[in-house]
């Protein structure tokens, strides 16, 4: 028996969202006394494949397969069932990003598992296996019992530590048997922003609404997010009205994000922007009006203009 | 073509959100029920794509009790030529799933929402087209019909890819799929009294997994505000209080 975990990467990279499924997969192995294995799939350099043992995974089953490289449900999910069985897995850990919620369901469909998403700490009892997940958009949380004797899980964002175990893994090829049929999606044309922190991956996130007024006011949130080595964000309405690509919308029926600090300039704090980033474990926020809702959910405010406070914190920043 | 869009039932995006049954179940008083947004926009995407030609039918489903007709009622009301309602309790997705499976077979393009506003469980669209083998692609923002393929826009880490994908097709859709939801006009919800909304009695199926508790989030600490004047103060603050700079 062994728990799995699909890591994910990006170009042959992995990020901290791979090591921290990794990280979690380990502690939950221990207390099973039991191993993680983790199944990369596409192209992955040995130097990173080696980086997943020093966070406690045993063996990696690398998939050297460039049919990989961009993904198809189908075949991937047949891919990550295939080495669960291979592995005898009673746990199948993804991230509970675009990428997991596309495959975590086939594959628990592959294995007649039972499937939480969105799981945001260490289980609460391995027997009867029972999770915590967010629900109603993270203005409750449920404990839910899988009663499977497998069990699919994806994890959320920034749920657990990245520890540094400093052990190494033994790195196998592992051909999942795919066949060229297996593979429906046929990409045309991708279109990504590169060079820019990733929404999903920042650990600081600046973010603009509305209060902005217009999209030619952004200079300074991209000037303080490079300082900061963040990800730029924005509300629904401001991508709605074209000044932001729709990539950066954060929100219920956005990106939800969970970084360890979230700036909200000119944002109201609407239920439905909340329901995305109140994950983060610090707010600050920016706002003129004193009953803005995002006060509530804030850990530190300015009831103040954006144009006046955008410069001061850029100058507080450099000075650091 | 027959579309069907899979309809979820949940309560509005501005609920309060309580419980009863000493936590144990979701206190559904004074609720105001509304079609899961992300189902809503894949609605609209349907009837675009029914204006635009080659879609002969759309098709809503969804599975739950009767309380729930309100809620395809609007479906039809804003377009849907009919509705099927499977008549039993939506515990589980695995469970939900299998229903929709008797009912999908007969469809060659498939959406759901890319998850359920009140359980954010992310899986019935996955789990179905599983279940049927059909092809699948998540995180849609754009479909439109390209002869007898699909030409789908998905969201990927930091921006979109277009890709081509063959039926019969599970679209696991998001926003962007269409720009407003459709409201429904009172012609329509004349019409939507005579559609035909079938009900259909559940097969067998077992739930894999079951909610035992739910909880309220930890109350959080009042915000520190600062002066507007003293705005440098924060970053200080953020650098040697909270320690995340
Ligand atoms: C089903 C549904 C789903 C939704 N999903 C999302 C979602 O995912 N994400 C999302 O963001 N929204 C979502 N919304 C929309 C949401 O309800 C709000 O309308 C939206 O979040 C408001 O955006 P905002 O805060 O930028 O704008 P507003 O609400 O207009 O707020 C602008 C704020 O800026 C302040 N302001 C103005 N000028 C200044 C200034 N010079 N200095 C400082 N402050 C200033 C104002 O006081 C105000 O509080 C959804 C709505 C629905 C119905």
């Known amino acids: 028996m062994s728990i799995l975990v699909y890591t994910e990467n990006w170009d042959g990279k992995f990020k901290n969202l791979s090591f921290e499924l990794v990280s979690y997969a380990h502690a939950i192995a221990k207390e099973m006394n039991s191993t993680v294995t983790a199944v990369s799939l596409g192209k992955v350099s040995d130097d990173d494949l080696m980086k997943l043992g020093k966070y406690g995974a045993t063996k990696v089953l690398n998939v050297d397969d460039e049919r990989y490289n961009s993904i198809d449900n189908r075949a991937t999910a047949k891919a990550i069932a295939s080495a669960a069985k291979s592995e005898d897995s009673s746990i199948v850990i993804f991230a509970n990003n675009n990428v997991g919620k596309a495959i975590a369901p086939r594959t628990a469909i592959k294995l007649d598992a039972g499937l939480v998403s969105g799981v945001t700490a260490l289980p609460l009892s391995i027997n009867p296996f029972v999770v915590k997940k967010k629900v109603f958009t993270s203005k409750a949380i449920a404990n839910v019992q899988i009663n499977s004797d497998i069990k699919v899980i994806t994890l959320a964002q920034n749920s657990y530590d990245i520890i540094d175990l400093g052990q190494s893994a033994t790195i196998e090829t592992y051909d999942p048997g795919i066949v060229d049929t297996d593979f429906s999606t046929s990409v045309i044309e991708t279109n990504k922003v590169s060079g820019k922190v990733l929404l999903s991956d920042a650990e600081i996130v600046v973010s603009g609404g509305r209060g902005m007024k217009s999209a030619d006011n952004w200079g300074g949130l991209e000037e303080l997010a490079d300082l900061l080595g963040a990800g730029l964000a924005c509300s629904r309405p401001v991508s709605d009205e074209g000044w932001r690509s729709h990539s950066e919308h954060v929100g219920q029926t956005g990106v939800m994000i969970a970084p360890n600090l979230y700036f909200a300039f000119g944002i109201s704090g609407a239920i439905q922007h909340l329901g995305g980033v109140s994950s983060s474990k610090v707010i600050v926020a920016v706002n003129k009006d004193p009953e803005a809702p995002i006060f509530e959910a804030a850990d530190y405010g300015i009831v103040g203009d954006v144009n006046v406070v955008i410069p001061e914190f850029i100058e507080a920043v450099k000075a650091l | ?245």
């Open chain 2, 1 to 245: 073509m027959k579309i069907l869009v899979l309809i979820s039932n949940v309560p509005d995006t501005t609920t309060k959100i309580r419980f009863t049954g000493n936590n144990t179940a979701f206190d559904d008083s004074g609720v105001q029920w509304i079609i899961n947004p992300w189902d809503e926009l894949a609605l609209t995407r349907a009837l675009e794509l029914k204006e635009a030609g080659g879609v002969d039918k759309i098709t809503v489903a969804n599975v739950g009790e009767k309380s729930t007709e309100a809620t395809l009622r609007k479906a039809l009301a804003v377009g849907a030529d009919d509705a099927i309602r499977i008549n039993t309790t939506a515990n589980d997705a695995f469970y939900v799933a299998t229903q929709l499976a008797e009912v999908a077979k007969d469809y060659e393009l498939i959406l759901a929402g890319i998850e359920a506003s009140d359980y954010n469980g992310n899986a019935v669209g996955g789990m179905l087209a599983e279940m049927l083998d059909y092809n699948s692609v998540s995180a849609v923002s754009g479909i439109d019909l390209d002869g007898s393929d699909f030409k789908v826009t998905r969201e990927v880490d930091g921006g979109y890819q277009v890709v081509s994908i063959g039926g019969p097709l599970l679209a696991i859709v998001q926003k962007g799929i269409a720009k407003e939801p459709r409201i429904p006009a009172m012609r329509g919800i004349m019409m939507a009294r005579k559609k035909p909304l079938n009900i259909n009695e559940p097969v067998e199926g077992i739930d894999k997994t079951q909610i035992i508790k739910f909880e309220l989030p930890p109350p959080k600490a009042a915000c520190k505000l600062i002066d507007e004047e003293n705005a440098k103060e924060v970053i200080t603050l953020l650098h040697e209080e909270a320690k995340v700079l």
